[in-house]
């Protein structure tokens, strides 16, 4: 079941220059900072009024959000659905002939997994479940 919307993933070039302006814009703060140096990103969730971006920027030549941009530039990398339960929920899409980008990952307090583009109408799509049930 659908919770609501949880993020949206934007891929940039600059982290710190885009958390900048979208602050002196619109007031966005710093939250949660992950570096995922394997996968070649750093990823910052910023907010406002309940509003939450998440800032993806590749660290190093050779990741997956380098390559997102040297192919499509800088913009709408996913949007992230927070759902009530992870497996019900993929269990449910597989049924109806969903293929999944990667497998469920488990985060502090999240899991989360991809759908698709293909499956998807072209676009990425998170789905997340947090508080993580222990």
Do not use: C, W, Y
């Amino acid at each position: 079941m659908i919770k609501k919307l949880d993020h949206v993933g934007m891929a940039v070039k600059n982290g710190e220059e885009t958390l900048a302006l979208l602050a002196r814009l619109f007031g966005f703060a710093a939250g949660e900072v992950r570096l995922e140096q394997e996968a070649g990103f750093k990823s910052t969730l910023i907010s406002r009024s309940g509003v939450t971006l998440e800032l993806i920027e590749p660290v190093g030549p050779q990741g997956m959000i380098q390559r997102f941009i040297e192919k499509r530039g800088a913009g709408l990398h996913h949007i992230s659905i927070q759902v009530a339960d992870l497996d019900e929920e993929r269990t449910r899409l597989k049924a109806l002939g969903v293929e999944f980008a990667t497998e469920p990952a488990e985060m502090e307090d999240s899991r989360n997994v991809f759908l698709h583009p293909r499956s998807a109408g072209g676009l990425l799509i998170e789905l997340v479940e947090r508080p993580l049930k222990k």
